[in-house]
């Protein structure tokens, strides 16, 4: 597909929609990425996963490293963002140094002005329909609606966007581009457990929960997992954050199956350039 709908997140990173792939630990790989930047969005990798280039590397506020340590990814990544923790000047000069864009997803207004404020080139809204660790206590609408009043530089929205439809809503609300998570979970080039993606499919929104269970090494940071993998985790009492990968060596069923409320629009898993292409249809 070469269509283009250029937006100030599209420009500010260069790519041709206004689409981001969530980064994402434990499935989200360098394949993935690369089809989704290929495919015309931005791609990301969790830190940690070695990609092409033209893609974005992605650390989670609870381990990552040092000043240091962030300049140099910094040097060979295009983007270099951050998730659950206070936004850090100095991280996102040391982004700047490296010669990468810095941005910082966030679930609250303030949170959005701290991360404008510590020098962020865009912002991530999350709502708090979005799979995985869930960082605030609004809707994406009304967390989109005061981060967009809050902040100046662009904003992508992220959080249970899994079809078309919702994609283009979600735009017309003001956002300068969707961040995409579960929905590329299920595409053959994520690193994601067969069952996982089964579990996926077969599941509707209403088959998803927000908890805190799945905190080994990581505590006091909810996240939103289907609820029948809860179950089984409560009965087995596994807390390990890791969602099932493929290749793991022990039944994926009571891994922490991240999913975000639009988990029900997901119904085949298709190549990542086909659900780009998709969630772009109606733009
Ligand atoms: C399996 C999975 C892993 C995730 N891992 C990360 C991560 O490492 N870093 C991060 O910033 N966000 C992570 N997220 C959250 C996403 O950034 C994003 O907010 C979310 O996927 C949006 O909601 P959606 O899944 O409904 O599309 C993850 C989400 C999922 C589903």
Same mark, same amino acid.
């Given at each position: 597909?070469?269509?283009? &709908? *250029? ?23 360098? %394949? +993935?990425? #690369? ?6 969005? +931005? ?7 070695? $990609? ?49 864009? @810095? ?5 609250? @207004? ?6 404008? /404020? ?23 609408? #009304?967390?989109?609606? #005061? ?21 283009? %809503? ?15 979970? &299920?595409?053959?080039? *994520? ?36 609820? $029948?993998?809860?179950? !089984?985790?409560?009965? $087995? ?8 990968? !493929?290749?793991?060596?022990? *039944? ?16 085949? $898993?298709?190549?990542?350039? /086909? ?7 109606? +733009?």
């Amino acid at each position: 597909m070469s269509t283009t &709908t *250029s937006t100030r997140f599209s420009d500010l990173v260069g790519c041709r929609l206004p689409l981001q792939l969530a980064a994402m630990g434990g499935v989200g790989t360098a %394949e +993935l990425a #690369e089809a989704v930047s290929a495919a015309g969005g +931005l791609g990301m990798v969790p830190s940690g996963v070695a $990609s092409a280039g033209e893609c974005g590397v992605n650390f989670l506020m609870p381990f990552a490293p040092g000043p240091d340590g962030i300049h140099e990814v910094a040097k060979t990544a295009r983007v270099v963002e951050f998730f659950y923790g206070d936004p850090d000047r100095n991280l996102v000069r040391a982004a700047h140094r490296g010669g990468a864009l @810095a941005g910082w997803q966030v679930g609250a @207004a303030d949170e959005a002005r701290a991360a404008e /404020e510590a020098g962020c080139d865009y912002i991530v809204a999350q709502g708090i329909e979005a799979g995985g660790h869930v960082r605030g206590h609004q809707l994406l609408a #009304e967390v989109l609606a #005061e981060v967009r009043v809050a902040v100046r530089v662009p904003v992508v929205a992220a959080g249970g966007v899994a079809s078309a439809r919702r994609f283009a %809503e979600v735009m017309a609300m003001g956002a300068d581009a969707v961040r995409v998570g579960t929905r590329f979970v &299920t595409s053959p080039e *994520s690193g994601a457990h067969p069952d996982y993606v089964a579990a996926l499919l077969a599941a509707d929104g209403d088959d998803t929960v927000l908890t805190g269970w799945f905190n080994e090494g990581w505590p006091d940071a909810p996240h939103r997992v289907l609820r $029948s993998a809860l179950e !089984r985790a409560r009965d $087995s009492g596994w807390h390990a954050t890791v969602p099932p990968y !493929r290749g793991v060596e022990r *039944s994926p069923g009571d891994m922490a199956m991240y999913a975000g409320q639009g988990v029900g629009d997901v119904i085949a $898993s298709l190549p990542a350039r /086909e659900v780009v292409a998709d969630l772009v249809g109606l +733009l």
